[in-house]
């Protein structure tokens, strides 16, 4: 039989020349069914049957290159290799819901993230700034980043907070 005497080196011969598996694995069994179509031209001697194996897996494999330079490119491979670009009206949203986020926090916590997220002072110039310690400066960036990711996770509080009332 063809597969017992031929099958690995056909498999490996088809992925050498894909680099792909799978393909190399459809390129064998079309091989094998276009060798049980013409029994006629695949008779002979071992290593001329051999010889017309590896001859129509080599034209498979060029057959393929071809028919995938001719057809546009899928979407799928499209969104892989270009990702949509975000504009600055993404922009824009994304600072609106971290103000109306912002907005929620308690006057503590947000002082807190204001001092050290916008003006840039460290946890020691933060606490002097507002006069508490180090440490609560600590846990409160703690507990008000916290909520915020927790607010900013969920869709359906993220798009009320573009709401007026929010």
């Known amino acids: 039989m063809l597969t017992d005497e031929h099958g690995r080196a ?3 011969f088809s992925t050498r ?5 799978s393909a190399a694995e459809d390129i064998v069994q079309e091989t094998l069914v276009r060798a049980w179509r013409h029994r006629d031209k695949a008779v002979g001697g071992q290593s001329d049957v051999r ?13 393929r290159a071809r028919a995938r330079n001719v057809r546009p490119i899928e979407v799928v491979e499209t969104v892989m290799t270009h990702p949509v670009q975000r504009d600055h009206a993404d922009r824009v949203v994304d ?10 926090l308690s006057p503590e916590h947000r002082a807190v993230l204001e001092d050290v997220y916008i003006h840039g ?8 700034n507002l ?3 180090p440490g609560t400066v600590k846990s409160r960036t703690y507990y008000a980043l916290r909520s915020l990711h927790a607010l900013l996770r969920e869709p359906d509080r993220t798009a009320d907070c573009l709401a ?3």
């Open 17 to 21: 020349l894909t680099g792909d598996p």
């Open 51 to 63: 010889a017309w194996l590896f001859t129509v897996i080599r034209n498979l494999v060029i057959d």
């Open 121 to 128: 002072n460290t946890v020691r110039e933060t606490a002097e």
């Open 10 to 12: 056909m498999l490996a």
């Open 131 to 133: 006069g508490i310690s």
């Open 95 to 104: 600072s609106m819901l971290v103000f109306q986020a912002l907005n929620t």
């Open 164 to 166: 007026p009332a929010c």
